[in-house]
């Protein structure tokens, strides 16, 4: 039984079948193979493989470490250089490496593992202590609960199926996910994803929050930039960002106590009249009223143009050609029926996509109705003018008929003037009524997409997305 092994240059292979207590070596160790523990192994080179049925109580190395696994415990390993795998069917309590950590394998518990550099995949069927790294942390699964994880690079993967305490890192966090209680997150960087099955009490990040998930409560999140979405199937109490947050991501079927952004802040304690939800109320709103609106100019757009069409093919006398011409020749029954179309048409759905090119094109179409709507009241004013002046040689010539001896023969040309005029005076005043109907809609209109569009006010009717 090997109880102090000195050996040097080099030591190829140690096979042991009950303990060892100590091996020293000032160059590389191969192997060494024991069915009982091994007490402390020491080497100033590197160690290719160490294989324990039973404890591993001290491995020191200056160099690289290759393979340890062990049936039993692993109490304390110390590298100067990477340590590329080790397994252990029991607890490991501490792992120190000034180089990268690939990969550590554990059916117990794990305590404490230390590295300067990367570690690349940590596993363990118990709980987790400490892992702390000065470097990037690729992959930490635990099926028991992981107490902290200190990261100054960027944290890939942690998952637990029991609770999370403190997790901290100085770059990005891109996944987390927990089947219980998540206690502490705190990032530097962004926050791509964190699930949990149970509460989480507080996020912090001094970057973007992606995306926070909980089938509980949730205490308190705070973010320096945007947070997208965050769900929870219970109570959320405290979230606050000093810049946007996506309202219409934010789901919670508990209480929501606080929320502050942009300086909005709820009380703590209201009724149940949440902010997200009075958003969608103005939004449906606003949805409900452009679909009024539109619905309006498209008709004021059919009566327009089927009078315009009437007056096109009826015929008239010579007399009311300087009337009706006016009108029909600048082409206001038709282009301007057809602008109205195309306002009311972008008006309805405007309303359903709350989108800022919608409420721009909106903005812009309802402009340039009531353009046309305000000279089409020029020229119907003109045609009705017009009409009144040739009215009145109607009534000039009734008169002067009516004194001449067998005037009932010349009724019949008085009484076709007469219907004429009381005809096309009646077109044109459907469409006077109609253009002045659809002037005022479209500058109300206008007023109300221009405040969607332009207006900085976080209670406006809806926020409109940029894409």
């Known amino acids: 039984v090997p109880t102090g092994f000195t050996a040097f240059p080099s030591t190829t292979s140690i096979i042991s079948t009950s303990s060892i207590t100590s091996i020293t070596s000032t160059s590389s160790i191969t192997s060494i193979t024991s069915t009982s523990s091994i007490t402390s192994i020491t080497s100033t080179s590197s160690i290719t493989s160490i294989t324990s049925t039973s404890s591993i109580t001290s491995i020191t190395s200056t160099s690289s470490i290759t393979s340890i696994t062990s049936t039993s415990s692993i109490t304390s390993i110390t590298s100067t250089s990477s340590i590329t795998s080790i397994t252990s069917t029991s607890s490991i309590t501490s792992i120190t490496s000034t180089s990268s950590i690939t990969s550590i394998t554990s059916t117990s518990s794990i305590t404490s593992i230390t590295s300067t550099s990367s570690i690349t995949s940590i596993t363990s069927t118990s709980s987790i202590t400490s892992i702390t790294s000065t470097s990037s942390i690729t992959s930490i699964t635990s099926t028991s609960s992981i107490t902290s994880i200190t990261s100054t690079s960027s944290i ?86 000093t810049t946007s947050i996506m309202l219409s991501l934010l789901k919670t079927k508990g209480a929501f106590d606080t929320f502050t952004s942009k300086g909005i802040i709820i009380p703590k304690g209201g009724k149940p009249q949440h902010a997200y939800q009075k958003e969608d109320n103005l939004q449906d709103r606003l949805q409900r009223e452009a679909t009024v609106l539109g619905t309006i100019q498209i008709m004021c757009c059919l009566v327009i143009s089927s009078v315009g069409a009437t007056l096109v093919s009826a015929p008239h006398s010579p007399r009311f050609s300087p009337a009706v011409s006016t009108i029909l020749m600048s082409g206001y029954p038709f282009l301007g029926a057809l602008c109205f179309a195309i306002t009311g048409s972008l008006s309805i759905i405007s309303g359903k996509k709350s989108t800022k090119p919608f409420a721009t094109s909106s903005l812009t179409s309802n402009a340039v109705s009531s353009v046309a709507a305000g000279a089409g009241l020029l020229l119907l004013m003109d045609s009705l003018v017009a009409l009144g002046t040739a009215s009145q040689q109607c009534d000039s010539e009734k008169d002067y008929l009516s004194s001449l001896p067998y005037s009932e023969y010349y009724y019949s040309t008085v009484k076709d003037c007469l219907l004429t005029s009381a005809s096309l005076t009646g077109a044109l005043v459907v469409m006077l009524i109609f253009t002045v109907l659809e002037l005022l809609l479209s500058a109300y209109a206008s007023i109300l997409w221009w405040k969607q569009v332009y207006s900085n006010n976080p209670g406006c009717a809806f926020s409109l997305s940029q894409s």
């Open 156 to 241: 890939t993967s942690i998952t637990s199926t029991s609770s999370i305490t403190s997790i901290t890192s100085t770059s990005s966090i891109t996944s987390i996910t927990s089947t219980s209680s998540i206690t502490s997150i705190t990032s530097t960087s962004s926050i791509t994803s964190i699930t949990s099955t149970s509460s989480i009490t507080s996020i912090t990040s001094t970057s973007s929050i992606t995306s926070i998930t909980s089938t509980s409560s949730i205490t308190s999140i705070t973010s320096t930039t945007s947070i997208t979405s965050i769900t929870s199937t219970t109570s959320t109490t405290s979230i606050t960002s």
